[in-house]
């Protein structure tokens, strides 16, 4: 009697056994419990012996189960081994969509997606640009594949792994006058800060940290762009509290100056997020590790 046993019919058993009931395990392999059911009934016919004792409150498996789990374990494990082998060498294909918070966005991954199409032409990158919290809910909600932001998630369905660290900056124009001063939070409590519009996480926090380090804002400016923002104190008037990721080149070149101030030293941190339900695919994966930084 030939016997037609599938990877998938032990796929199924494997995990009726790990979740000891049929309708947990169709909800972890996202299959109706019906089919899950066939496929057990399907591979009990073939090996001619019953897998499970079934009782009030599940599945258990049993002596002839019990032979059969192994088997299952490692051709499950060749399998997987088979698709390693031949997905190194196939080209990545397919579409990704990445959200991203705005200063990241705009100074990090604007920058890396043209380097990662260049290695990989087939793959299709959708970047979508928005605060850390809408950028959270789209990925909870599978709008995106992969989010990073300036927070660790709130939703319970979302993993987290440490991506980037940054650091915010009070900086100012080259050729203010404050550049040549030795820095304290009672000059800078005289100065015309340069701030974000926008109630935002980073609004709060700035003005938190600002307060915390003795500066009282009481002249201000308030723009609706970081561009503008760095253009503003860019005249050399007017001082700001700045990621160093977006003020980090207008440093080098001269354009900008970090003034530094004892009690002032507060690192960003950035997170990538994803949908814990299931492992990243190669293609998320691979663009996750080509973002981290070299």
């Not at 392999?29 to 009782?55: I, K, Q």
């Not at 650091?167 to 030795?182: D, F, Q, W, Y």
């Amino acid at each position: 009697m030939l016997m037609r046993i599938t990877l998938k019919q032990l796929a199924i058993f494997k995990a009726i056994h790990n979740c000891g009931q049929i309708s947990r395990a169709a909800k972890e392999l996202h299959m109706s419990v019906p089919a899950v059911s066939m496929a057990l009934r399907d591979l009990e016919d073939s090996l001619g012996s019953r897998l499970f004792e079934r009782s009030s409150t599940g599945l258990t498996i049993n002596d002839n189960g019990a032979v059969i789990l192994p088997y299952a374990n490692e051709m499950l494990s060749k399998g997987k081994e088979l698709e390693h082998v031949f997905a190194q060498g196939a080209a990545i294909r397919g579409t990704i969509k990445v959200g991203c918070s705005k200063t990241a966005g705009n100074y990090v991954l604007s920058r890396k997606i043209p380097l990662f199409k260049q290695q990989h032409p087939s793959v299709d990158v959708k970047l979508v640009i928005n605060n850390s919290l809408t950028i959270e809910q789209m990925v909870a909600e599978k709008e995106l594949d992969l989010g990073f932001v300036d927070a660790k998630p709130v939703h319970k369905n979302l993993s987290h792994e440490a991506w980037l660290k940054d650091r915010l900056c009070i900086v100012t124009g080259a050729n203010n006058p404050l550049v040549s001063e030795l820095i304290s939070s009672e000059l800078l409590s005289q100065q015309l800060w340069v701030m974000d519009e926008t109630i935002s996480v980073s609004r709060l926090r700035n003005t938190q940290l600002l307060q915390s380090a003795n500066i009282t804002i009481n002249q201000e400016l308030s723009m609706n762009t970081m561009g503008a923002i760095k253009r503003a104190i860019g005249t050399g008037v007017g001082v700001s509290v700045l990621p160093l990721l977006a003020v980090e080149e207008e440093i080098i070149r001269g354009d900008l100056v970090e003034l530094p101030l004892n009690c002032w030293d507060y690192s960003r941190h950035y997170w990538s997020i994803y949908r814990s339900e299931a492992p990243l695919d190669r293609l998320t994966r691979e663009f996750l590790d080509f973002s981290l930084p070299k």
